[in-house]
């Protein structure tokens, strides 16, 4: 759903499930599950992603805005934890290293 005014909400994604998170960054707003989907107009039109390929479910999107920026997507299914990282939000990559627990109060990784 997407709103210009909070008042009145248009439907623009009615085939994508649900998803974890969003993030925005580099003027790109980009939804997490499985995979992902971007919008760069702010939320008028919406472009499938790529994949994750994460292999458990995912939680959490954020974007760190250092050097060029990056969008963090971490994963979760028991007791293992995964992380992926992009630069733009569609082409994903494993991440070598992670922290112990994740920024800003949300649940460790």
Known sequence: ????????????????GSFA???FGNGRFVANDGRTMS???????????GELAIGMN???????PFG????????????SRSLVTSPNGITW???ATRPDVAPHGK???
């Open 1 to 16: 759903m997407r709103s210009t005014d909070l008042e009145a909400w248009d439907t623009v994604l009615t085939e994508s």
């Open 21 to 23: 998170d969003i993030a």
């Open 39 to 49: 919008s760069d107009d702010l939320g008028m039109t919406w472009a499938i992603g």
């Open 58 to 64: 995912t939680r959490s999107i954020d974007f760190a």
């Open 68 to 79: 060029d920026g990056v969008f963090v997507v971490t994963g979760e299914s028991g007791d």
């Open 93 to 95: 990559s494993p991440s």
């Open 107 to 109: 649940s460790s990784m």
